[in-house]
């Protein structure tokens, strides 16, 4: 059987009982480590169920699914994955790829941040679809997301913003001279997320990401323990205006509150403002939000 | 500290190791047994958990939540939910009232039907705001759910469509009479919701949700062990023409096909179609999904 285990978000023992038992079970387990990331590593995740644990690349999950798929007809092979399996197109790949081989597949769910984010306050129900933000070049700002974020904003639906993870990238020059040299991993954080979408509103002004006007919550280690967890909520402007470690470790996701807004979302938010009464204002008298 | 503990969808082994470890450290366990199902009963997850588990109806969390939450301050107290806390919005009440009494509480995410109908083969980022469709009588057919899921057609996006549970519902006589007697549990079957669509575009016909040119993908238990998880993926009309049987056990969802589709996720799901060939071609020829 081959297994496809998510993790959910933070460390060793947010796997289910289910999935426990299904890595306890194989012959080799790989870790898909670069559509998102644990807050722990490798070692403490071997030395928790106590056998090796792979590092699948994106190259290894792409190109080289025949290798983790190998004899997965005949023993159990598990893949884990950060969050829930079905976040990443690159796992439907693999899937598609089992069954072409005729390996049976079983997929464990978890929570991911698409079901997490709900932990802001806001429900789930009233989310758009979901945006992906990539870090800005001097040269490529690519602002298809601003799109996306404004059908939702017309709608007065929220949106999950994402945000990039460069992990095993190589700078334009190893690139080039084929030298496999890979830069630091990197993450995206809230104040770059949110520097590049006020800056993207300045290039567009179609007033859907106004950073006074606009009210949206960071959100970083959802469901980590006790201290780990920062939710942080205000206008675009007041969260670039709070000091970098406010926001806590990565990984890092955005949400822009839609105008379709119940006022118990603002209240339970709220416990997360930067400014308690900006907060209030701004969902009262722009966002319209009645019984406030 | 006041626990609220995602259990994941199908059965006790679903929970997280912090889950059950909060489970196993807590002084009271209830669960929440009115938003969701569970694919096993009280007695089973009480004799997992080796302590009794007190069902927490609609009543006792919204109005009696005082005693749920009592001495939570000073021992563990955790309340079960299905799938992941933030589906329904009586949690974040009780949330919002243990913040008021001073009680910390932590929350244990897991999956939900919000992320794992990502096993139908469609991306999560390409869903737009998810519906819930309620069972019409003779006189009620209530068709709001008509514009939302219009919304996201019109964008091109998918819809989940939730699908109306009756727990300890009382008759009309019952409860104008004043007698707490309930009738059985009701769960909306696929095929019930889809006819249910059907009668609705039919008196709104603005296209939206044709029988023959709407693809639609039923979900039931989503994860549940080898042959519990049922998916089917067919036109609207296909679906209907199904046998009951086909569906698998409550819970059901229906996902409504959304035109922004690529042809990965047609390959992926058309594992689950009725007919193949009519699954593709509508894809290609209404849908307009190239690649195929």
């Given at each position: ?8 978000l933070c460390d ?21 480590a670069y559509t998102s990331i644990l807050m722990i590593q ?40 950060v969050g ?29 941040i ?19 933000l990539?870090f ?25 913003v994402l945000l990039d993870i460069k992990v ?16 630091p991993p990197r993450y995206m954080s809230i104040p770059t997320a ?24 960071g959100l970083s280690r959802v469901g980590g323990?006790?201290?780990q967890q920062k939710?942080v ?11 970098a470690e406010q926001f806590g470790e990565p990984l890092h996701s955005v ?38």
């Amino acid at each position: 059987m081959f297994y496809i285990i998510g993790l959910g978000l933070c460390d060793e023992k947010d796997i289910t009982l289910r999935g426990l038992e299904a890595v306890k079970s194989s012959s080799r387990v790989y870790l898909e480590a670069y559509t998102s990331i644990l807050m722990i590593q490798q070692d403490r995740l071997e030395a928790f169920y106590g056998k090796p644990v792979i590092i699948a690349d994106r190259d290894m999950v792409e190109t080289q699914s025949d290798e983790i798929l190998k004899d997965a007809d005949k023993e159990d092979v598990s893949l884990l994955v950060v969050g829930d399996p079905f976040g990443a197109t690159t796992h439907t790949d693999i899937i598609l790829r089992a069954r072409a081989l005729g390996i049976p597949t079983r997929v464990i769910h978890n929570a991911s941040i698409m079901n997490a984010v709900g932990a802001c306050g806001l429900q789930l129900y009233n989310f758009g679809q979901t945006v992906s933000l990539v870090f800005f070049t001097e040269t490529w700002k690519p602002d298809s997301y601003y799109d996306r974020v404004k059908e939702n904003v017309q709608l007065g639906m929220h949106t999950l913003v994402l945000l990039d993870i460069k992990v095993k990238e190589q700078s334009e020059e190893n690139l080039a001279r084929g030298r496999k040299i890979y830069e630091p991993p990197r993450y995206m954080s809230i104040p770059t997320a949110i520097s590049q979408m006020i800056e993207t509103e300045s290039t567009r002004q179609e007033k859907i990401l106004e950073p006074e006007n606009t009210l949206a919550i960071g959100l970083s280690r959802v469901g980590g323990d006790g201290l780990q967890q920062k939710i942080v909520a205000g206008t675009l402007k007041e969260l670039l205006d709070q000091p970098a470690e406010q926001f806590g470790e990565p990984l890092h996701s955005v949400v822009i509150v839609g105008k379709r807004l119940h006022h118990l979302e603002v209240e339970y938010a709220e416990e997360y403002a930067v400014d308690r009464q900006n907060w209030r204002r701004v969902a009262r008298e722009v966002y319209g939000c009645a019984d406030l």
